[in-house]
């Protein structure tokens, strides 16, 4: 699957921004889309990641509340919309795609783990200024 980034930028802590991923044509059942970042000196970390056949999501709890992922299936285009965000949120963002993601379904409703990396777009860059 082959990814591209759009949306990164400059703001101001507290402010907003949405990411986009434009993905090639891929089978839906076999990925998870889902987005990490990577800052100067910090290991990568997964954010979020969903599935385009069940919506099935996942949020990593640095994230959860203020991060909200969505997709266009027409478009095969998965978006994450950043809200109050901090100066910690300062990284590169990445889109991956993560093939045949677990999933579990509690109190009804479906989550995904996305584990296994198999490729990712060239990033966009999120700066957030205190």
């Known amino acids: 699957v082959q990814l591209v980034e759009s949306g990164g930028g400059l703001v101001q802590a507290g402010g907003s921004l949405r990411l986009s991923c434009k993905a090639s044509?891929?089978?839906?059942?076999?990925?998870?889309i889902g987005w990490f970042r990577q800052a100067p000196g910090k290991e990568r970390g997964l954010l979020s990641c969903?599935?385009?056949?069940?919506?099935?999501?996942y949020y990593a709890d640095s994230v959860k509340g203020r991060f909200t992922i969505s997709t266009d299936i027409a478009k095969n285009t998965v978006y994450l919309q950043m809200n109050a965000l901090k100066p910690t949120d300062t990284a590169v963002y990445h889109c991956?795609?993560?093939?045949?993601?677990?999933?579990?379904?509690?109190?009804?409703?479906?989550?995904?783990?996305?584990?296994?990396?198999?490729?990712w777009g060239q990033g966009t860059p999120v700066t957030v200024s205190s």
């Open positions: 991956a795609a993560y093939p045949y993601p677990s999933r579990q379904l509690v109190g009804g409703t479906p989550y995904i783990s996305c584990t296994y990396l198999e490729s």
């Open positions: 044509p891929f089978t839906f059942d076999d990925y998870g």
């Open positions: 969903v599935s385009f056949s069940d919506g099935a999501r």
